[in-house]
């Protein structure tokens, strides 16, 4: 279920996808590298300032390269410029890879996207103005006791509190990320490891990379605390089982998934006035061959729910578009139709109840998943358990309200029911 594909999908070499990530990273370094210069001319002051708020001892700061101090007003400005592109990046993030997201996942991956890029500034802002002053407090006072005499590098200084900001705000990030997506089940056990490749792992390679001066003869041991962290926020969801609807064993033993989606056929059927029977997840929409939107819930729906069969109560399947069908392929589901309205055209007289009964004896009389033989049986207790005002008719010309048409072997469709006769 890895390659999932959607009707909206468009066929694109490797070469365009490069292209056009080659674009939006070139739109963001550009506004980065227009704006780092403007910050770094404009914050010499505001640097100084920050400085002093941050040494636990402004008499002792001292600058012993002149070189080093101009290095740092440019990663100062840099970083600045970076955290004020960080909208810019999100937005090119976001429409990347937007066309590849059903809508849906669209929908949480753009919620989380906004709380990692909130996280990140805050915790920035947090470390700078108040976690690193504390810090560096408790480490002068750490001197004191021992009778050192101290001269702070003020270039080191920066270098060091300008590498917290930026270690720990990826990391709490990131750990908001991952207990975010365990919130809203997208973390399980099967796919607990492949977020620990893709997420934890590139965000520890990052940080290293990115601090690898400034963490010289730490740069290990952070690391393995990074990690450490990391797998922390991951450790309540790797026994989780996934979220899966009831399953059911075919005539070969496999576990079959099974959901019906109830379609009104653009307000040609009525709507059954109750769910599907167990053990089948229900689904109600209004126009499938119509809408995309809809066909793209499904197609979510049975993604999320690990959904072996789809079966469409209205009609054959016949009209919908070839594309949803690849869709449901591409997530392990095949697409049936179960044909209700050849039994609901020739009802004169309709309701929700009668719609709701005649749907359930078909989907009773289903040989696949089921045997024939558990076919036949699981209709005999459907058919004895309807009310006794009901008659069972077979092959009818006209119904009215109270009248249930036997199952049928429906001409077009793949669903295949128990043609026996009382």
């Not at 008499?59 to 970083?79: H, N």
């Not at 947090?126 to 003020?154: C, H, K, N, W």
């Not at 059954?272 to 197609?299: G, I, M, Q, W």
Request: aromatic fraction near 6%; hydrophobic fraction near 50%; charged fraction near 20%.
């Amino acid at each position: 279920m890895t390659d999932v594909r959607s009707e909206r999908d468009a066929e694109h070499s490797v070469v365009l996808h490069l292209e056009e990530a080659t674009a939006r990273v070139g739109v963001v370094l550009l506004f980065i590298a227009l704006l780092t210069p403007a910050i770094t001319v404009l914050t010499k002051d505001a640097l100084l300032a920050w400085l002093t708020a941050t040494s636990p001892c402004v008499e002792c700061l001292a600058v012993y390269e002149p070189g080093a101090w101009i290095s740092i007003r440019w990663t100062a400005g840099l970083l600045i410029a970076t955290l004020l592109s960080t909208p810019l990046v999100a937005f090119n993030i976001h429409a990347f890879v937007r066309p590849a997201l059903l809508p849906k996942e669209a929908i949480r991956f753009r919620f989380g996207l906004m709380c990692f890029v909130t996280v990140v500034v805050g915790v920035s802002l947090y470390t700078g103005t108040t976690l690193a002053p504390i810090i560096f407090r408790f480490a002068v006072s750490s001197a004191e006791s021992a009778s050192l005499v101290q001269a702070l590098d003020a270039a080191a200084l920066a270098r060091l509190t300008l590498s917290a900001m930026w270690i720990l705000s990826l990391t709490v990030g990131t750990v908001s990320l991952t207990l975010a997506a365990g919130v809203v089940g997208r973390l399980h056990e099967g796919t607990a490891s492949s977020w620990r490749w893709r997420v934890h792992v590139p965000i520890t390679l990052v940080i290293i990379s990115t601090t690898w001066m400034a963490t010289t003869g730490v740069r290990w041991p952070m690391a393995i605390v990074v990690f450490g962290v990391l797998e922390c926020g991951l450790l309540p969801f790797v026994r989780r089982s996934p979220t899966v609807c009831e399953e059911v064993m075919d005539q070969m033993g496999a576990r079959r998934r099974l959901m019906v989606v109830d379609c009104s056929c653009e307000g040609a059927l009525i709507q059954p006035d109750v769910a599907a029977p167990r053990p089948f997840l229900h689904h109600r929409s209004t126009a499938l061959c119509a809408s995309l939107k809809e066909r793209e819930s499904v197609v979510e729906r049975a993604k999320d729910l690990r959904v072996t069969d789809v079966i469409v109560a209205g009609c054959t399947s016949a009209p919908c578009p070839d594309g949803f069908r690849s869709a449901l392929q591409s997530v392990g589901c095949s697409l049936r139709g179960l044909d209700v309205r050849r039994s609901e055209f020739v009802r004169t007289v309709t309701n929700a109840r009668a719609a709701r009964e005649q749907r359930d004896v078909l989907l009773h009389g289903l040989i696949d998943p089921w045997s024939e033989a558990k076919a036949a049986s699981r209709l005999d207790e459907a058919l004895t358990a309807l009310p006794s005002s009901i008659r069972i008719v077979d092959r009818p010309l006209t119904m009215g309200v109270n009248e249930i048409a036997r199952p049928w072997d429906a001409n077009g469709s793949s669903i295949q029911t128990n043609p026996l006769r009382s």
